[in-house]
């Protein structure tokens, strides 16, 4: 439902095609409601609900989706082995670009996205940048959780947050894990 209102307000805001916004919306909605329902009957039957891959680096290409069905360019650079990564620092790793790819989303009014992710043996270095307008503060006067979440996330592998704003526009997310 999130990324429902996401494509829309993103779609609102970018000016595009409506029609095509509507559409994906349309199209998130009917499959939301799809699995609503599989978890309604799994928790009307007892049994359990059906089993979805484990959020990834390797895959990406969802996150990277739904910066592109906003409008959004996208550039992605992936170095060293993702597939080799500890479970545990490759699903913090996801869940990280996944609040940066959010924020992006709702905050920046971007039309460009780089996406930059380096492996080791030992660390993990996540960058994202991008060219709408920096630092916004919510509604409430406060920056929400989302960077609160990520340091969280950050401090079980000793890992480290920057961000930054750039006085020409922009933001910019760099996270670092070491495992």
């Known amino acids: 439902v999130s990324v429902m209102a996401l494509t829309a307000g993103a779609a609102r805001v970018a000016g595009g095609d409506k029609d095509q916004a509507l559409a994906k919306v349309e199209t998130m909605a009917r499959a939301t ?18 089993l979805e891959p484990q959020p990834s680096l390797a895959r990406l290409d969802k996150l990277i989706q739904a910066l592109q069905d906003a409008g959004i360019e996208v550039h992605t ?4 082995l993702v597939d080799a990564l ?5 699903l913090t790793g996801y869940r990280v670009l996944q609040e940066a ?19 080791s043996s030992d660390q993990l270095a ?8 920096g630092e916004v503060m919510g509604a409430n006067g406060s920056g929400g959780h989302g960077l609160l979440g990520m340091r969280e996330r950050l ?10 704003s750039s006085d ?3 933001f910019t997310v760099q996270a670092m894990l070491r495992f």
Do not use: Q, W, Y
Not at 86 to 90: F, G, R, T, Y
């Open 86 to 90: 500890p479970a545990s620092a490759d």
């Open 168 to 170: 020409l526009g922009g």
């Open 101 to 119: 790819v959010t924020n992006i989303l709702k905050h920046a009014c971007a039309s460009r996205v780089e996406v930059s992710i380096a492996c």
């Open 33 to 50: 409601i799809v699995e609503l329902n599989r978890l309604l009957g799994a928790l009307r039957s007892g049994g359990e609900a059906p």
């Open 77 to 80: 650079s992936v170095s060293g």
């Open 155 to 164: 401090a079980m592998f000793d890992g480290e947050l920057r961000t930054e």
């Open 126 to 133: 996540l960058t994202v940048h991008d060219n709408g307008k």
